[in-house]
């Protein structure tokens, strides 16, 4: 149905800096997003699933979108939410029914033009998987958009849908990096440097070197992961498909993990246990 982000390693870095300027609030509107809701299989399973089109000029990182129930819903029309809760189950539920709401929140990045890959949606409180009955009693409310702006940097943007407003939080704008600026402290220079559509350094001081790389792939993971092994850290810790934890000779050690419904894998090299 839809097309994984392209494979970074050799690809481009991150989005070239076209200058400083902060966005507008409504850099992308809410119909260049071109989103659905509906049954798909994932993973295997049945489910309702989120999807969408990316006809804004920016990379999207993430977008999650919050429904709430009609005003008109009726007491009987809530039947559907009936099964939600396990059966011989000790959970007791926060809210009544009349409080339920869906998060679709699909973080496949997607760069313009293209279209990603449905990811679950979620009925909030419940134990049991939502339906297509129980969505069809909402309508949206807010949107949560994360996307990379024209400076390279991560951005969240708000839409009220029922207000058909916009805000731009300039408090969550998450800094990122281009590959051939890697940062030079001494942790992150014993790191091999990364190639992905979006690179973001969440931490970096004497203690650890922490990175996030968006838009890449289960290849891009397992290709890091040689890049790390030739660098020296050639001695496995532990392993699995989506992780591995790699030291060196010195004691150093990097942690890789990637998470394939994000399309990003997060990396971290420590120094040696006193």
């Known amino acids: 149905m839809s097309t994984e982000a392209g494979s970074a390693q050799g690809g481009t870095s991150a989005v070239a800096s076209q200058g400083s300027a902060v966005p507008a609030d409504d850099a992308i509107t809410i119909d260049q997003i071109d989103w659905t809701v509906q049954e798909e299989v994932i993973d295997g399973d049945r489910c309702v699933g989120s999807s969408y089109v990316n006809n804004s000029d920016y990379p999207i990182v ?9 005003e008109d819903v009726t007491d009987e029309q809530r039947s559907v939410f009936d099964g ?13 029914a009349d409080e339920l709401y869906i998060d679709a ?14 990811w679950t949606c979620e009925l909030s409180y419940s134990l049991n998987a939502l339906t297509m009955e129980q969505y069809e009693l909402m309508e949206p ?11 390279g940097n991560i951005y969240s943007e708000y839409h009220d849908f029922l207000n058909d407003t916009y805000e731009l939080d300039e408090g969550e704008t998450e800094e990122t990096i281009e590959s051939d600026t890697w940062p030079t402290s001494d942790l992150a220079g014993m790191m091999p440097q990364m190639e992905a559509a979006t690179i973001a350094v ?4 004497e203690e650890s070197f922490e990175v996030l790389a968006y838009g890449v792939t289960e290849d891009d993971f397992n290709s890091y992961i040689e890049q790390c092994r030739e660098a020296g850290f ?6 699995s498909s989506m992780n591995c934890t790699l030291r060196n000779a ?5 942690d890789i993990t990637y998470y394939r419904a994000y399309d990003y894998f997060y990396s971290e090299i420590l120094p040696p246990e006193v």
Do not use: C, K, W
């Not at 807010?142 to 702006?149: D, K, N, S």
């Open 202 to 205: 969440e931490h970096d001081d």
């Open 250 to 254: 010195d004691g150093y050690a990097i």
């Open 234 to 239: 050639d001695t496995v810790e532990d392993e």
């Open 141 to 151: 409310n807010m949107a949560h958009i994360r996307y990379v702006g024209s400076d």
């Open 62 to 70: 993430s977008i999650g979108i919050e429904f709430t129930q009609l």
């Open 84 to 96: 939600m809760y396990a059966e011989d189950s000790d959970y007791i539920p926060p809210v009544d």
């Open 105 to 118: 929140e699909n973080q496949h990045y997607t760069a313009p033009g293209d279209e990603v890959d449905p």
